[in-house]
């Protein structure tokens, strides 16, 4: 086990300085040097709490994502009717008590409607999504089944949080924590953030934007109290428009949405408002062709998260898939708007219901804090492996000080997060790292003790030490992943400290220093040694 031929020197040296290095962009950045631009600048990523920043937990409601989907069960079984040969006459329809309602014209077209709504009843998976009942052998009646909910919720809540995740990444922000919290619920962490809330006003966009005919036969004086004519629905004006205070009412069904959208990039128009410019994919192109084709000359409303942005008229066809979002904004809102529409609308409103915000003298507390208990830790150590061990323990504390900064390089390499209880997991790698080599040069002593001449203890004790080594921290690793795979947010990162750090304390503890003690015996080929 004392053989290390050229080939392997090589290896082990080249390795251990490489993963070293990568440590040195991170040390430079806690000491408050510059790192040379030329250089690559690998970074161990600070997180909430040292680095400071925000924390918000974002809930959406259940009742949104029910009244979504009858809406839209609402408009396919429109559209299935009036397409049907020969079509089929619907009326009397009805969406109360969280249930779809119609009446059929002709009582003998039963069986067909059923054969056509029936395919869009199951869902992507095995679930039966809804209940179909004809009542009085004349009306159709459309009822959501609780797994359907339970699994478009599901659908809705993992939507959701992809899209946050998106529109937190076009913020520029460095290793934000995202992850979903019981059934209903996401929790966010991004640090280092400078504006929190910014990101309040960026994930709480739904961005849903549709295009939807105005009414132009509703009466003022109903849209005004709010009364909205059969087929129609009220909306406010946006606040910051002109019109701020009013209302308008637009035909419910027969619109676009703006989940075909491809890009949208902030801009200003020919009189130099700030504006956004968004392109449809190829089928959301050709809706909006057809509808400005069948509607010129008519209003027709921008709607954004339930309000009216604005109420243009389609003075000729669009086609080519692109159009202009105009409504009083500044350059900011509709760069931020521009962002939620690239990233997604939201499948369900999200609302913040925890907010905490951590300032970045805390972390910097922290990280000196930290800072100082590795170090007394780290001194207390090499005191103890060089009083007990003499030249064995000054190799111990040379393979330490590599295992540190094999540590830090490769978790910059990974781009992992350092949390707090991370530094933790630094401060308990240091001690557990010279317990390998207190395993080894007690077996050498005992070796020794027994009469074997110095190299043959020495490689006897490397040789059985290292079976209890390895049993060990494979244990330990065992327990990390766990704590990776079943944890968040702190816990992953104590993980992620812990796991790579027992694997380049092993390298250091055993490989290194067996390297460091056959240089030394090779050389001086002592008799006798002192441990």
Avoid: C
Wanted: net charge negative; glycine share 10%.
């Amino acid at each position: 086990m004392l053989e290390f031929p050229l080939w392997k020197k090589l290896w082990l040296w080249g390795l251990t300085l490489a993963a070293s290095v990568l440590a040195l962009p991170s040390l430079f950045n806690v000491a408050g040097l510059d790192w040379p631009d030329a250089l690559p600048n690998p970074q161990v990523n600070l997180g909430l709490d040292l680095a400071g920043g925000s924390h918000l937990l974002l809930e959406a409601k259940a009742d949104d994502v029910r009244v979504q989907r009858l809406e839209n069960m609402e408009e396919n079984t429109r559209q299935l009717m009036r397409n049907a040969t020969p079509r089929i006459r619907i009326g009397d329809v009805s969406t109360g008590d969280g249930r779809l309602s119609f009446i059929l014209e002709n009582a003998a077209d039963i069986d067909r409607a059923r054969g056509l709504i029936e395919p869009t009843m199951q869902g992507a998976s095995t679930t039966r999504e809804w209940e179909l009942t004809v009542v009085d052998g004349q009306r159709v009646v459309l009822e959501q089944t609780d797994a359907g909910v339970n699994q478009a919720i599901d659908d809705a809540m993992n939507s959701a949080t992809e899209v946050v995740r998106r529109r937190i990444d076009e913020l520029g922000t460095r290793e934000p924590t995202i992850i979903r919290q019981g059934d209903t619920r996401i929790v966010v962490q991004v640090p280092g953030l400078e504006d929190p809330e910014a990101l309040k006003n960026l994930l709480g966009q739904t961005a849903q934007l549709e295009f939807k005919m105005v009414d132009i036969n509703a009466l003022p004086e109903n849209v005004a109290a709010g009364v909205a004519p059969a087929g129609s629905e009220i909306f406010p004006y946006a606040p910051g428009t002109p019109q701020e205070g009013q209302f308008e009412a637009v035909r419910r069904l027969g619109g676009i949405r703006g989940d075909s959208l491809t890009g949208a990039q902030a801009g200003v128009d020919e009189n130099n408002q700030s504006v956004v410019n968004i392109t449809f994919d190829a089928n959301g192109g050709r809706k909006f062709a057809q509808l400005s084709t069948e509607n010129v000359g008519k209003p027709f409303a921008i709607i954004l998260d339930g309000k009216v942005l604005s109420t243009p008229v389609f003075e000729e066809a669009i086609r080519g898939g692109q159009a202009r979002i105009s409504g009083s904004f500044n350059p900011e809102s509709a760069n931020n708007l521009a962002i939620s529409l690239r990233s997604g609308a939201l499948p369900v409103p999200l609302t913040v219901v925890e907010e905490r915000t951590v300032g970045p003298d805390l972390g910097a507390d922290s990280i000196r804090k930290g800072l100082l208990a590795m170090g007394i830790g780290s001194l207390a150590v090499i005191a103890l492996m060089v009083a007990t061990y003499g030249r064995f323990g000054v190799y111990a504390t040379i393979a330490l000080v590599f295992n540190v900064l094999m540590l830090l390089g490769l978790m910059a390499l990974g781009g992992f997060t350092l949390t707090l209880p991370g530094i933790a997991g630094f401060v308990i790698t240091i001690g557990a790292a010279v317990d390998a080599n207190v395993l080894i040069n007690e077996r050498i002593r005992e070796e020794r003790a027994r009469g074997r001449k110095v190299v043959a203890a020495v490689e006897t004790g490397y040789k059985e030490a290292s079976r209890a080594i390895w049993d060990a921290n494979l244990t330990n690793v065992i327990s990390g992943v766990a704590l990776f795979a079943f944890g968040s947010g702190p816990v992953k990162g104590f993980a992620v400290v812990l796991v790579i750090g027992i694997i380049t304390s092993v390298f250091t503890g055993v490989t290194l220093t067996r390297l460091f003690v056959a240089g030394w015996l090779r050389r001086n080929r002592p008799t006798d040694i002192t441990i």
